[in-house]
């Protein structure tokens, strides 16, 4: 069984810093592309932030320059490094893992999602 297990969300004011992590574990071959998505209440989840397994990485404008995505493959860990928050970046922050795992004599490729973790900053 496949989990996604995050961490790092929290209170911060406007201007702070916050890092998310977010770690895969149990039985898989590979882990390919990994994102972290938000969902502020009321509203649809949302890309934030993507990176490849070459370590190709996207941003969604509303946080490119503030954000930074990476990853360490060895502990198949995805980090994102959130500067300059603003009000607006509160919401519940998910990582998302394609993955491949092993099925019968063949593969198969998944999404995983993490549990969500709250990120705050008030106005």
């Known amino acids: 069984q496949v989990q996604l297990v995050e961490s790092g969300g929290g209170l911060v004011q406007p201007g702070g810093s916050l890092r998310l992590s977010c770690a895969a574990s149990?039985?898989?071959?590979?882990?390919?592309?990994m994102a972290w998505y938000c969902q502020a209440q009321g509203k649809e989840r949302e890309l934030v932030a993507s990176?490849?397994?070459?370590?190709?990485?996207n941003y969604a404008d509303s946080v490119k320059g503030r954000f930074t995505v990476s990853r360490d493959n060895a502990k198949n860990t995805i980090f994102l490094q959130m500067d300059s928050l603003k009000p607006e970046d509160t919401a519940v922050y998910y990582c998302?893992?394609?993955?491949?795992?092993?099925?019968?004599?063949?593969?198969?490729?998944?999404?995983?999602w993490g549990q969500g973790t709250q990120v705050t900053v008030p106005s």
């Open positions: 990176i490849r397994d070459d370590g190709r990485t």
């Open positions: 998302n893992a394609r993955i491949l795992t092993a099925q019968g004599v063949g593969v198969r490729s998944s999404d995983f």
């Open positions: 149990g039985r898989f071959l590979k882990i390919n592309d």
